[in-house]
């Protein structure tokens, strides 16, 4: 076994070890090409992607298997071997015609045994690298191309241009994007460039538990992943945290506020906003009630959900809350401002990145982003997901930021969603648009865009609900070969759903649209969205719309609409779009009320716009058409079936292929006459 150098600039790895002599192999001038454009930092072009295969050596150190094209139909699989500052690739196996069920390097036991064998070796190459083997000439090229790559936690991260630009912005950062438009990359590449050695100096802030956790994982150990509901309880643990919740059991239970609620005839929920605002200004202007409500009343009704005469009553009410919580020895998360000068020993972080920074309250990141020194801090918005106050957000990014300091960039397209989901969301986005007449804020974009060179054109099913156990038994299957368990999510929008779908799918499967903010999966189930009050008054507005001839003006909000009326209908409409733009290449849009249904894909069709008419025109016909969708449901399913058939089918004779000719592969074989025995249902049932 020999460790070759990599003479050339602008790759990850300093070595190569091809412990398997693949090089020498049936494959080896296609080796050589693919290992030329690795070695050189090319990986666009060697088109590497994760194969989700993790193995173990004895320290219990993670390496993931890598997959690279040969050809069109056979792959190169590999993993990065580190030791100390030196990164060296490790050839594995050369996957034939996509079967990778045959390749010992996707079995995670195997992997793990072969790593366990021979780390001592590969450390001992490493130590003696001063005299290890030159690069073959063969793998040397004067010609190739050097993009902007990042490596990290064992995959790549490999940047476009406008990606690459806002990596090099200056701090502080705000990074506004459309879902998917590669955010959270961007955090993971800043995490890593100001990565140190000294321990919980970098931190990762989001709202949602689920997101924290997901970068947890993925993560450096001494990057600290918090919540902020965590990190506001770790800086005052003494106080009782509450939230939105606790606000709505004062509010219907306190009757001396009867009078003051008659006067302000506002949701719940639009209150609660409000509040958020008014804590801001309450800091800002040092609790004096009179200069708040001087500057409370001077935004105009446009800008704000309550209208300026009944800002008055609903300071008051503020003031009566925060009293109840001082009594309770409580503390809102969204309204209490934590002054951390007064805080002994607390923590101050070299650098700073916020995920989904919309759904922070101004108090919140006002408290959150003044633990970050020298306001080395970046911010992620997304800007179709405008909720719960996120209109004030880049007023507030700008006054926490230095005068004239504050750097704004944004990635407008999505690289997530393949087309028609795109353009299936586009569509929501411009129900919501239309209801409202115009955007509900003035930083919304109007189009929800996918990038013209995006290679798979994606998917999208309308279902209705007795379809959810063909789902469920496709989506479901075990063999790790055929589908993943975390392929799949479940959205749902009511407790009755959630209850039935944690019971069909498991609970690490369904989520609450709020839950789901920021993941991304293959495929999207959404399960009755239109089934609530709210989407029945969208509905119904939508019908009385004249001739579908009102036209949208990108970023002109109606000085006079008042979006308190309609906020629920908003908020709902927002999810939807929500749980759209999780998925990649499915959306499986499950609904049982198909005259609701039918009135807004209708709505959908004749809805012209400047980039996308006739939005989902295939989408309306089945619903308003049932037995003409049920007919063609059941010859997408049967179709579906014979492509899982011919994959088995495939497989198996590869299997007695391989049998035949005594080469036994490091995993079990099928034998024929086992195999004659299970009829085709018996091969289906597995998919």
Known sequence: MKLYSNDNSGGFWSYY??????????????????????????????????????????????????????????????????????????????????????????????????????????????????????????????????????????????????????????????????????????GDVFLADHHTCVANEIVYIAKSPLLVENARRRLPQDVQCLSVIALQTKLCPQKQWVGFEEFIIWFEKDSAKSHQRQKITLTPCAIYNEFKFIAALDHELKANKEAVLTAYKSFSDATYRAPSTKRAYLLELYTNYRNYLEGQNQADTHLTYIDNTNLEHTEKFKFMFIDEGQDLSPVQLAQVLGLCEHQQWVVCTDNNQALDGAEAIDHWLKKLAKPNMLTQTSLSASYRCAKAIGNFANAWLHIKNAYVDGVNNKDDDCEFKTPDVTNSMGHVSVLPSSNLNDLQKRFSANDAYLISEFDTAIVVFNDNDLVLMQAMWGKHRVFWPEEIKGLEYPRVILINPLNNQAMRDVDKALAQKPQWQTKLKPNRPKQKHLLHKKEAQVKVLHQIFVGITRAMTEVFFVQDEAHHLRDILTYLKNYQTVNHSNILEEQAAPVLNEAEYVREATEHFERLDAQGLKIQAQAIKAKIDEFSKAKAPPMPIVKPDKVVQHSARFYLDKL
């Not at 412990?19 to 050189?40: E, F, I």
């Not at 995670?108 to 366990?116: M, N, R």
């Not at 001063?130 to 993009?147: A, E, G, K, N, R």
């Open 17 to 186: 070890i091809d412990p398997k002599d693949l090089l020498n192999g049936d494959y080896g001038q296609s080796v050589a090409k693919v290992l030329q454009q690795l070695l050189s930092g090319a990986t666009q072009s060697a088109d590497m992607d994760s194969k989700h295969v993790k193995g173990k050596d004895s320290t219990g150190k993670i390496y993931c298997v890598i997959g690279t094209r040969l050809n069109q139909q056979h792959r190169l699989l590999f993993v990065t071997f580190r030791y100390g500052d030196c990164a060296c690739l490790v050839l594995l196996d050369v996957v034939e015609f996509h079967r990778y069920q045959h390749s010992w390097a996707m079995n995670a036991k195997q992997l793990s045994y072969f790593l366990q064998q021979h780390e001592h070796a590969f450390k001992q190459l490493m130590i003696d690298a001063p005299t290890i083997t030159p690069t073959p000439q063969s793998l040397v090229s004067d010609t190739l191309i050097y993009p902007s790559i990042h490596w990290h936690k064992q995959s790549w991260i490999t940047l476009n241009d406008l990606q690459s630009q806002s990596v090099h912005q200056p701090l502080p950062l705000q990074i506004k994007g459309a879902a998917g438009s590669g955010k959270t990359i961007l």
